[in-house]
């Protein structure tokens, strides 16, 4: 029985002496089997030899009544630590395959015991080849077509893959069992859309998708797992005219780049994305912001080369009315701040996420007064870009006013501050 990992072996003598021991984990094979010229009858001792680049020959250790315990909290992420009695060691692995090292822990506690180990054939313990302990590829980088791995696909281990000017179409399926791969660059390709399986990436934090040709983003992409892992995306240079209310669900987001698209607006609930600290948005179609960028808080922003419009009182639209029965249910979900999914709503859901924000602090849907109002962009953010060439740093915003009480304050006082 073998797997490989990362292991490093850590003397609990030294710890309880108070002396560091110097050293890290190493790429290493680990075998559980006996002794080289003995059979797997019974009445031979099974030992666990670890064989690393170093040290391909190995060094072994008796399991039976030897095993003191084993960690395995973090098993699911193929991390374990196995305490020895003799000699008084930690043998700590990590970036192992989860099935297959709970399968290994299985038979060494089963050996530590002294029980039969049944449907499992133990071979004599061999000394490593170098293929078996050469450390793991974490980076690829794929920059033509002939590089593309066709047949003998991409390496499990991977953390970095790259793959440019491949005119990719769509995302390679291969590229979902990598479980392990927290950055991904598929910039300059033909992708027209994206698919929606991307919860098989839960380490994937830096998604870099520019210069493809994507004009949506689907509602699985933002939801699921990237929403708490997802860092910075790229796409910038696609067709994109619009981000549906659910983008606003990645709230891991702190980079994101939409510049050169063909956005028209920015999602009504972009404010929700606190932990957000650079936004660029330029060369868009942008004509106003949508009343929660007053939220944020950026160290760096870039809207310019967009037609923005003029703000005042002359920009207000009036369509209060009645609220329905949907838009009066709405709002006291938003405003008593009920939690929701889309499992509770259904279809709603991006109904609810639409809800606009009154300056007096409650949400309005359909029934309210939109107009717009100069907002300073350096009071969101540290660093601005000026919108025009004349260094203009103020933006039109939108605002919403959810009743006729709203309404009347605003007329009476329309530059007072938002």
Not at 232 to 245: G, M, T, V, Y
Not at 300 to 318: A, H
Not at 350 to 377: I, M, Q
């Amino acid at each position: 029985m073998k797997i490989t990992g990362n292991v490093e072996v850590v003397s609990r003598l030294l710890a309880s002496s108070s002396q560091r021991q110097k050293g890290k984990s190493a790429r290493s094979q680990l075998a559980i089997g006996h002794k080289c010229g003995s059979s797997s009858g019974s009445g031979h001792e099974v030992y666990l030899m670890i064989c690393s680049q170093q040290h391909r020959e190995g060094t072994k250790y008796k399991l039976k009544k030897n095993v003191e315990t084993a960690f395995t909290k973090f098993i699911n992420e193929g991390k374990a630590t196995v305490r020895l009695r003799e000699p008084p060691v930690d043998i700590c692995i990590n970036q192992a395959d989860p099935i297959h090292l709970k399968s290994f822990l299985a038979i060494l506690k089963k050996a530590a015991n002294g029980d039969t180990i049944e449907n499992v054939s133990l071979s004599p313990l061999m000394a490593a080849t170098t293929k078996q302990v050469a450390n793991l590829k974490t980076k690829l980088v794929v920059k033509s077509r002939s590089e593309y791995p066709i047949t003998e696909g991409f390496p499990s281990s991977l953390r970095t893959l790259q793959i440019n000017g491949c005119s990719l179409k769509s995302v390679d399926s291969r590229i979902f069992k990598l479980c392990n791969l927290s950055q991904l660059d598929l910039s300059n390709n033909h992708l027209r859309s994206l698919p929606d399986v991307w919860d098989f990436l839960p380490c994937l934090a830096d998604l870099r998708l520019s210069a493809n040709q994507l004009e949506d983003l689907p509602l699985a992409f933002c939801s699921g797992g990237l929403t708490k892992h997802l860092a910075h995306l790229d796409l910038s240079f696609n067709r994109l005219k619009f981000l549906r209310p659910y983008f606003c669900h990645l709230q891991s987001l702190t980079t994101l780049k939409i510049d050169s698209n063909q956005l028209a607006l920015l999602p009504s609930g972009i404010g929700k994305l606190q932990l957000l600290t650079t936004l660029t948005a330029s060369n868009n179609e942008i004509k106003t912001l949508p009343g929660s960028f007053v939220h944020l808080s950026l160290q760096m922003l870039d809207l310019s080369g967009n037609p923005f419009l003029d703000d005042g009182p002359d920009t207000v639209i009036d369509r209060l009315h009645v609220p329905s029965l949907l838009e009066s249910t709405a709002r006291a979900i938003r405003q008593k701040r009920i939690a929701y999914t889309a499992e509770d709503v259904g279809h709603l859901t991006e109904y609810l996420d639409a809800g606009k924000l009154c300056r007096c602090g409650r949400y309005s849907f359909t029934s309210n007064v939109r107009y717009l109002f100069r907002l300073d962009l350096r009071s969101v953010s540290a660093t601005v870009t000026a919108v025009d060439a004349f260094g203009c740093l103020h933006a039109p915003c939108e605002g919403f006013l959810c009743s006729v009480r709203c309404f009347d304050a605003y007329k009476a006082s329309p530059y007072s501050s938002m």
